[in-house]
C-alpha cells in the first residue's frame, strides 16, 4: 500500500541499450530530502563517471539507502519484445513506465524524472493509472539529477552483473559495448549457433546483420 503523498522525486534511467551483449536493465530510486543528503554523502553520480568496481559499491550502497526498482530484460526477452514492437523507444517506455508503476505502489510520488530518450508521448503513453497522476519530466543528460544518477548506477550495476554471468554460462568473454564485438559474437555463433546467439545478444544490432553474412555457408 502506497504511503501519503511524499515530496520526494523518483528517478529512472537504464543501460545495457546501447551494448550489443547482455540485458537491457531500467532502474528507478526514489528519493527524498532525508534520502538524497544520504546519497549525496556517499558521492553519488552519473554512472558514466565512475569505474565498474566504484558502480557495485555504490550500487549495494544505494539499497540500503533508497527505494528502488529494478526491470530487467533479459536478451531472449528483448529480442521477442523488439519483434513485437520493431521500435526500441517503445521497448524502451514499456520498461520506464514498468519501473515507474512498481514504485508508485509503493510510494505516492508526485515527480518522476527521467531521461529523454525519445518523444515524450512514448513513455507517457505507456503509463497506467498512477504514472498518469504524476508530474513527468524527460529531460536531456537528466544524470545530472542525483535520483536519475542513483538509477544509473543501480542499472549500470545489474547490468554488468548479468553480462559476467551470461560470460560465465557460454563460456565465452562477452564485452561492453558495440563495437569490436563482432569476434565475440562470431566465436558465440561458432559454439551454438542463432539460437545461442539470440540468448546473449540484441539481434537486431547491425552487428547481428554483418555476422551473419561472413559466416561462412
Known amino acids: 500500500m502506497a504511503t501519503n503523498r511524499s515530496s520526494g522525486r523518483i528517478g529512472v534511467d537504464e543501460s545495457g541499450k546501447g551494448d550489443y551483449f547482455g540485458d537491457l536493465v531500467i532502474a528507478g530510486v526514489y528519493v527524498d530530502p532525508e534520502i538524497e543528503s544520504g546519497l549525496r554523502a556517499i558521492g553519488v553520480k552519473d554512472c558514466k563517471r565512475l569505474a565498474d568496481s566504484t558502480v557495485?559499491?555504490?550500487?549495494?550502497?544505494?539499497?540500503?539507502?533508497?527505494?528502488?526498482?529494478?526491470?530487467?530484460i533479459s536478451p531472449a526477452r528483448y529480442n521477442e519484445l523488439y519483434a513485437k514492437m520493431r521500435n526500441l523507444n517503445l521497448l524502451l517506455a514499456w520498461g520506464h513506465a514498468r519501473v515507474i508503476e512498481n514504485?508508485?505502489?509503493?510510494?505516492?510520488?508526485?515527480?518522476?524524472?527521467?531521461?529523454?530518450?525519445?518523444?515524450?508521448?512514448?513513455?507517457?503513453?505507456?503509463?497506467?493509472?498512477?504514472?498518469?497522476?504524476?508530474?513527468?519530466?524527460?529531460?536531456?543528460?537528466?544524470?545530472?539529477?542525483?535520483?536519475?544518477?542513483?538509477?544509473?548506477?543501480?542499472?549500470?550495476?545489474?547490468?554488468?552483473?548479468?553480462?559476467?554471468?551470461?560470460?560465465?554460462?557460454?563460456g565465452l568473454p562477452l564485452p561492453k559495448g558495440a563495437t569490436h564485438v563482432l569476434g565475440a559474437a562470431r566465436a558465440v555463433l561458432d559454439r551454438g549457433g542463432q539460437e545461442l546467439l539470440g540468448k546473449v545478444a540484441k539481434l537486431h544490432f547491425k552487428t547481428t546483420k554483418r555476422l551473419l553474412e561472413s559466416a561462412p555457408e
Open 56 to 72: 557495485f559499491r555504490m550500487a549495494d550502497e544505494i539499497r540500503g539507502t533508497a527505494l528502488w526498482e529494478v526491470v530487467r
Open 103 to 170: 514504485l508508485l505502489g509503493q510510494v505516492d510520488c508526485p515527480l518522476v524524472v527521467a531521461d529523454k530518450f525519445s518523444d515524450e508521448r512514448f513513455l507517457k503513453s505507456s503509463l497506467m493509472a498512477k504514472g498518469k497522476s504524476v508530474e513527468l519530466h524527460q529531460q536531456v543528460r537528466a544524470e545530472s539529477d542525483l535520483a536519475v544518477a542513483a538509477a544509473s548506477i543501480l542499472a549500470r550495476a545489474v547490468f554488468l552483473e548479468r553480462l559476467e554471468k551470461l560470460s560465465q554460462e557460454t
